[in-house]
């Protein structure tokens, strides 16, 4: 159930979605709240661009339901709402960004101003600019030209930065951080880590049309008990291999790293096994390796 | 659940602002069409050199009276059905296919901006195909049809524009985006040679040269010119309206269940 009143700018509920055998959705719980930056992280085929579909109303979803603003997402003034910018979309070629901006623009109630969308992306030298001429980065900065342009209360952005170089990707980053700041909301796909690590307030992670965990960065990572302990030790690998909690261990030159899931326990027998243990380091696994680790299915 | 109490209303879409939203829509329809040289170069050009060869240089001495008349009919209703035809037959096959179509779906585009906004481009270069082709009548096609007639007739003819968009937008609507423009071009020059726009009919062919809404637009043009015609006006307008329905009808059934 979904009720106007509780705060959510879009929300599916129990959505499943099916291509012929393949299962796309399988039952998925996504609420994006107001004002955050919400990440969904998750391999090929996790479902993520059929979730974003579906709250689009490109998609109907085959059990459950999507709401856009309280609403259902065919309803045009939900849409209204929203900015998009899709993974494979081919525009007019002929038509120059400028105009696709103006086009684009008077969709929307109260867009931005033409000068401050064209700054805001970062397309200033590309409005004269035939949209074919343009490669394929600088089509990427059009596209989210036209996903901001209308000054939504929330974004869509499913792969935003795949093709961009460092500084195209670092504006949108600013970009991004400063339509968040005024109060918008963002549904963000990546397979970059780290962009997810620097913009997301939240976190979901997708798995074969589930999801399978969510909350903050930190949060995410803290799910994945396993820590990584590199040392230089004169103790036996076969010693260590042995100990309670030590799922693994290698030695490469001189350096010895174990991966185990209770760090404190196997460093202290370590520290009481070895007085001329050296260069101690600990580290949490990254988003990264939590992200590998969550996304693997125990089955297979 | 989260602390905030209400979900955050969109602003309103003004009325005003909607009526924008269609033309801006139909200006850069046209704009790109204009800059599309493997669309507006066959839509502009094929009937101004058809009329051109046909009507001037082939005819000849020949082209007085009656036959400069008929002639100036047969291209003219030729010209105006193609831009809605070419418009709607290849660029939804093909917009269907690039997924622009799945984009302006995603977009709070107007409900009915694109089809509305290929229509007000097929009227833009309709007029601009009947602007020439009537210069040409007039200074070197021996049509001598008073000014007033020949507005009238063009209005007439620009009716044809709406028919013309249903079959291009039935045919975009079902054809592959690789081989719409092969079905228009057959669908085009098909029409305007069974329903005898250029040249006379004879047998089966003129039996069932009623079966083409081109032959019915032509009846309408003869009709609103003085000139001889065949048939009701009143029933070549519901033969044109009922194709229309019919044609828009199956498209839409197809388009929204595929997107």
New interface residues.
Partial sequence: MVAEGDGALARLTGAKKRYGATVALDGLDLEVRPGELLALLGPNGAGKTTAIGILLGLQEPDAGEARLFGRSPHDLAARRGVGVMMQEVMLPDALRVGDLISQVRAYYPDPLGFDEAVALAGVEKLVQRPYVKLSGGQKRQVQFALAICGRPRLLFLDEPTTGLDVTARETMWATLKRVVKDGASIVLTTHYIEEAEALADRVVVMAKGRRIAGGTVREIRSLVVRKRIDCVTAVELSAIEAWPDVIAVSREGERTAITANDAEGVVRRLLAADKTLADLEVRRAGLADAFAELTQEPAE | ??????????????FS?TV??YL??AK?ES???F??PAFSVPILAMPILFYSFFGIVLAGKSNIGQLANNLFVGWTVYGVMGPGLFGFGILVAVERN???L??K???????GSYLASKLMMAYVFAVAVMIMLVGIAVTMGHVTLPAATLIRMAAVMSLGVIPACAVGLFIGAYAPASSAAAFANITYLGMAFLSGLFFPLSGFLHDIRSAWPTYHLSQLARASGGMKSEGEPLVHVAVLAAVTVVLVALAARKLSRK?
């Fill in positions: 659940m989260t602390a905030s109490p209400i979900t955050p209303a969109v602003p309103a879409m003004p602002r924008r939203a801006s829509d850069y704009i790109r069409l800059r599309t690039q997924g622009l799945t984009f779906r995603a977009l709070p585009m107007p409900t997107g």
